[in-house]
């Protein structure tokens, strides 16, 4: 699986879209890019994953760019209980099952008050 | 909706003994998936299982097996535990087959303590 940079933190201020950037130059045409989170020694929650186009759900946004080098996830009214680690994971989907999500880093998003 | 189950939530136990712990996946999901996460550090793969025949292994040690059963529940057993195996074990269960079905979902965990 292609390998992903994000920013180790961020802050951002409750009540305004929270922008989280991914970079993964090396994706493949047949990877998908999968955004999840983690609240403090919680499991993983899925939040939004896309392919090519732009992906919309009730927690968030996925912007890809059009030569899917990079990606934005936005939360668009931050909450405090938005505060977790973001990770970002690309991956080939719906190969024979089985395939392992890779974590690497993620940003720690801190929602302030 | 209902989530991945994860038994025991906590689980302490003395150095060089064994430990099982299961999870049940969403119902209908046919994959299962094991992730291993120590202090501090991010989730690690260990083991994948699909439609009870493992499809994945990571980096789990030896003393560690795993398998998936009928119904589709998995169960983690690992012996002679070390200091080291101190962490949080998630499970993840999917339904293979398409894109947007392949999506993982994780248990809330267990957290295992070796003293």
């Known amino acids: 699986d292609a390998k992903t940079t994000q920013p180790t933190s961020m802050d951002c201020a409750e009540g305004r879209a929270a922008n989280l950037p991914c970079n993964h130059s090396?994706?493949?045409?047949?990877?998908?890019v999968y955004w999840y989170r983690q609240i403090h020694s919680q499991g993983p929650q899925y939040i939004i994953h896309?392919?090519?186009n732009n992906e919309t759900n009730e927690m968030a946004s996925l912007i890809i760019t059009e030569d899917r080098k990079s990606s934005t996830l936005i939360l668009p009214h931050a909450t405090l209980r938005d505060t977790a680690v973001y990770y970002c994971?690309?991956?080939?989907?719906?190969?024979?099952?089985?395939?392992?999500?890779?974590f690497g880093g993620g940003t720690r998003l801190m929602v302030k008050p | 909706a209902a989530g991945v189950i994860q038994s025991p939530r906590h689980l302490i136990k003395e150095k060089r003994e064994t430990a099982t712990l299961k999870c049940y996946p969403i119902?209908?999901?046919?994959?299962v998936y094991w992730y291993q996460q120590g202090p501090g550090q991010d989730p690690q793969f260990l083991i994948s299982?699909?439609?009870?025949?493992?499809?994945d292994k990571g980096s789990i040690p030896d003393r560690f097996s795993a398998q998936q059963f009928s119904d589709y529940h998995s169960e983690l057993n690992m012996s002679s535990l070390e200091l080291g195996d101190s962490a949080l074990y998630f499970c993840?269960?999917?339904?293979?087959?398409?894109?947007?079905?392949?999506?993982?979902?994780f248990g809330p965990g267990t957290r295992l303590t070796v003293l």
């Open positions: 119902p209908r999901h046919d994959t």
């Open positions: 993840a269960s999917s339904l293979g087959g398409t894109a947007f079905t392949d999506t993982q979902y």
């Open positions: 090396t994706i493949s045409g047949n990877e998908y």
């Open positions: 299982f699909y439609e009870k025949m493992q499809s």
């Open positions: 994971i690309v991956r080939v989907a719906y190969n024979n099952a089985g395939n392992m999500l890779t």
């Open positions: 896309g392919l090519k």
